[in-house]
């Protein structure tokens, strides 16, 4: 078996991201692939169906930028703050562009990805009664019942995006990555793909792991790019915190189309790098 | 006694009904402050389980999100999240649940999906994040939200969450594990269902409130219980901890983050 590949992130994200795909950039409030997610904006993705169980400000960029065409999620909001202005305007007015939802709660997106990290068609849970979800959602969530108990249950179908991106505090030169701290559903997202793709805030000669600790092992991982602060503003355990000030003023930013538009040019598209961005922003020490 | 705000009373109110020791799977935003107002004061033991898989956490500052940095710092434990839905909340190891919403109706069902039609929705909502499962799965769900006329209403436009459905023993028949809703505790004061026919029944208020102006405010007709509770004002304890507690908590997210690149 072999590892990853070291490359950079333009090379990881161009690589491995193509139009029209299916792609997981996870991290449940932490260690968000913020970094990989403004690659993909500069290359122009288009058309790619994008999983997360909180879109989160990442996607928010990405879906303002025109890069989706479908959205699977179980919370679309700005966490603490409030709405999603961009995800909102493209479900709401089509801007830039239609935006098709595959829409669950937690519970199901995190069996979801642990069905397609199983390698089974679909996953099981008891969730969902009573509520309009399965019928906003016909196509997505179906009432089985147990073969044992006659239990009625909920089946959903396996997440198998065709790439994730993680970010991680750390990779061995081996490629063996370690994530601290609150995981998320990283684990069976990383699983589930077809391919993976990880950020890391820094290569070490030996992981900082302890013998039962979230370490995904070099052969199941492609690439591997060093992003020092690749999850800004979320955070990486032991490297910086989140700045919540800036989810505070993304708030005012993504309110209006051209303030919007104009922030992401300044940021995003005219920086070519992570490291840039961070200066432009004021989150370099 | 000092004067305080219709949140601060809400929180408070809030943070009374958690019993020390329970377990208690906790959402951001008032329910986050009233379940560690409660922690700081009469019930030190309380686990709060948030749903990003920090389990026994005890943060010093509220966290802005529900996945901050210092709710895993000062937690017992932090697992992933199929485990926290599944082995947590699925098998029932969850005692209180607290959530809010958009919309509520008279039976505690709750919005927080759209506004308006869910193909063409007038206003975009966040949508169901863990809702569905709490509200399912734990023994006791508290539920806190701002009264209104617009916001407590005859129908829901979307159903994320199920409370006692079409009221008496529907909630039961559909197979919903849980209690369902206990309390609804809005800036006017508490709500609780009828044992049988499971409507909300106005029967607290808060000081300076009146049984009427709740009922204006509830956009279906809302019971008022024989006798009402008038339910007692902040203590000074109280209010002091909340204070404190929220005003580390503004000057923890007003500071910027610095990062220190490689050279």
Known sequence: MTGPAFVSLPDAMSRHVRDGMTVALEGFTHLIPFAAGHEIIRQRRRDLTLVRMTPDLIYDQMIGMGCASKLVFSWGGNPGVGSLHRLRDAVEHQWPRPLALDEHSHAGMVVRYAAGASGLPFGVLKGYTGTDLAAANKSQIATITCPFTGEALVALPALTPDVTVLHAQQADREGNVLLRGIVGACREAAQAARTLVVTVEEIVGRLDAPMNAFVIPAWQVASIAVVPGGAYPSYALGHYARDNAFYLAWDDIARDRSRFMEWMATHVLETSTHAEFLRLVGAVA | ?263
């Not at chain 2, 377990?23 to 004061?41: E, K, Y």
């Not at chain 2, 500052?61 to 909340?89: M, N, Q, W």
């Not at chain 2, 102006?213 to 006798?227: D, H, I, N, Q, Y």
Request: glycine residues 12%.
């Open chain 2, 1 to 263: 006694m000092t004067a305080y705000t219709s949140d601060e009373m809400m929180t408070v109110a809030a943070a009374r009904r958690l019993p020390n020791g329970a377990v208690c799977f906790v959402g951001i935003g008032l329910p986050s402050a009233a379940c560690n107002l409660a922690r700081l004061t009469h019930a030190p033991d309380l686990v709060l389980i948030y749903e990003s898989g920090t389990v026994g956490t005890r943060p010093s500052v509220l966290p802005l999100s529900i996945g901050d940095g210092e709710l895993a710092e000062t937690a017992r434990s932090v697992i992933p999240l199929p485990e926290i839905f599944t082995h947590y909340l699925q098998s029932g190891r969850v005692d209180v649940g607290f959530l809010g919403g958009a919309q509520i109706d008279r039976f505690g069902n709750l919005n927080s999906t759209v506004i308006g039609s869910y193909d063409a929705p007038k206003v975009r909502l966040p949508g169901a994040g863990g809702a569905p499962e709490i509200a399912m799965h734990v023994k006791e769900l508290l539920i806190v939200m701002k009264q209104s006329a617009r916001t407590f209403v005859e129908r829901l436009d979307f159903r994320t969450t199920a409370g006692f459905l079409e009221g008496g023993d529907a909630r039961a028949r559909a197979g919903l594990p849980g209690g369902g809703p206990r309390a609804v505790i809005t800036d006017f004061g508490e709500m609780t269902p009828d044992p049988v026919t499971r409507e909300l029944v106005l029967g607290g208020i808060f000081d300076g409130v009146t049984a009427d102006e709740a009922r204006a405010a509830c956009g279906w007709p809302l019971r008022v219980a024989g006798t009402v509770t008038r339910i007692a004002p902040p203590t000074n304890t109280e209010l002091q901890t909340l204070r404190d507690l929220q005003e580390r908590t503004r000057a923890a997210h007003a500071r910027r983050v610095r990062i220190t690149l490689p050279t």
